[in-house]
């Protein structure tokens, strides 16, 4: 099995798990937290992946990271001990995020990647934070990006729909009429 299905089924187990018993968000959180300590530790990586190393140990190791990191849930404990055990830890990062989106989409908020060309004040945040709240009927998470290439505007990005309204994609339009029309 890929480790793309496999990190699908895992999430969708392990999300439906944590519902019933209430610990999803924590879950999420000691998923998120374990992904980001094994990538922020090379030495910790190298080992893990090691076929040299013994899985009980890959899966101690994992245990007393995910104790050290403030515990989390049985139902995670469990299911990274499997991961670790069936050598399928390197789906974790993939697990975390699919994870992620069940969680996101259970609590009926959305996520929003915005470019500016500057960076948003509080009061453009707010106002776009509202708008696609109204436009999707759900909340909003917004993840900023600043990148000036796109002059002035916004770019923004909603699940999978892509709003441009970017100075840079405007005047592509008007050369593209112009063009044209010729």
Known sequence: MSTGRSARRYAAALFDVTQKTGTAEAAGQSLNQLRDLIAGHQELSRA?????LPVSVKRDIVLAVLDAAGG?????RRMI????ERDRLLALPELAALFGARLMEANKVVRADVVTAVPLSDASRAALTAAIGRATGKSVSITERV????IGGIIAKVGSFVYDASL??????M???LTTSN
């Open 168 to 173: 840079t994609r405007q005047l592509e339009r």
């Open 48 to 52: 893990l992946a090691s076929p040299a």
């Open 81 to 84: 001990a499997m991961l670790t």
């Open 72 to 76: 989390a849930p049985a139902e995670v």
């Open 147 to 150: 990148d000036p290439a796109i």
């Open 175 to 177: 050369r593209e009429q």
